[in-house]
């Protein structure tokens, strides 16, 4: 069986997987992500009841929070603009080449980065 520090530097190394999937706005990929590392979680929270935490553990687990909550503000912002070109869409005076200009800009035309 993994010790903790072993846990979580594993769940450490799914969220930087997460991070860089973000980075690219492959959200599919971070949605799967997340999945394992709630199965990684429910792991490190049961082998943590018999020993808790050490200092160190407690500092990894602080700079993997730290990561996640640049990853959530990532996807909200994403989210957003997503729905403010939708609802710039839903204007009438949007012309068609005008819509897809803003559809190109949020879900990025191909070759070109967001």
Partial sequence: MPT????????GSVTLQMEKAS???????AENLQNSRATM???????AKTSGFSVEETHRLKAIRQ?????????INHRDSIGQALAQLR??????SRKKK?????????????
């Fill in 41 to 47: 979680i429910a792991r490190i929270i049961e082998t």
């Fill in 102 to 114: 803003l559809l190109d800009k949020t879900y990025g035309a191909p070759g070109r980065r967001q």
């Fill in 91 to 96: 204007t009438k005076k949007n012309s068609p």
């Fill in 4 to 11: 903790l520090i072993e846990l979580i530097t594993d769940l």
């Fill in 67 to 75: 990561q996640e909550a640049e990853i959530i503000t990532k996807a």
């Fill in 23 to 29: 980075t690219d706005n492959d959200w599919t990929l």
